[in-house]
């Protein structure tokens, strides 16, 4: 029972290790993609979504290593029905917002703010700083337009060197950035849902070792130290006996 109990209390803390690691690699991911998301859209309410729930991953982790070191079943308990609502949320999550949907709003962003870059240079300069690209397609699209091309297309806004100048188009930036952030997003996003799974199947058997030995304290506590309760000794019967009476 004792070598059992050792075994899964190594396993759940490892998987809840594994797991801070990854809600901690979340939480960055998502304020970095915070800093690219445009507010009110579905992209930038993704990332604060991401950001929350891999804060609540990260605090439910170092609770769950509590449980597991103080060995308290009500904390194992609470921490795997704290788990198996983590993985519900995020579930939800990865159903709901879907990566190609906010690739589809930012080009439709992008070229809104492209149609008025003689009115608002503004937001199309913000968009070619974040993603370090010049025009729709290239720098060409301002000439088109006759227009100079702005500071914003060039490399720390320097357009006194022409090699600072951004050779790729927004569209072109755009896409890329959204493929690898998809990428990076499924990888974290599937790992720390598997290493969720593990942790709440190995936190409930945890459990039930726990309920089973907290049922039968005695018993468990005399295995571990060795002690063999004594056997009852049968009274004796001194009917047959053949003892002499003493005689006077």
Known sequence: ????????????????????????????????????????????????VGIILGSFVCMATLFGCYGVVCE??????????FMLML?????????????????TNALDLLEDAWDEVDVNPEAMGAVEINYHCCGLYNAND???????????????????LETNLFSRGCVEAMETSYHKTMERENIFNWSLLISECAVFLYSCVLSLLLFKRHRSPDRTRNAEDGYVAQQPVPPLNHVNSRTHLLSN
Do not use: W
């Open 87 to 103: 993985l519900a949320t995020q579930l939800l999550q990865m159903q709901t917002y879907k990566h190609q949907k906010f690739f």
């Open 1 to 48: 029972m004792s070598v059992i109990l050792s075994a899964v209390k190594c396993f759940v803390f490892a998987f809840n290790f594994f797991s801070l690691i990854l809600g901690v690699c979340i939480v960055c991911l998502n304020t970095f993609g915070l800093e690219y998301a445009i507010p009110n859209t579905d992209e930038h309410t993704y990332c604060i």
């Open 72 to 81: 308290s079943l009500g904390v194992n308990v609470i921490y795997s029905f």
């Open 142 to 160: 301002y000439k088109y337009r006759r227009m100079s091309i702005p500071s914003s297309c060039y490399r720390y806004q320097n357009s006194t």
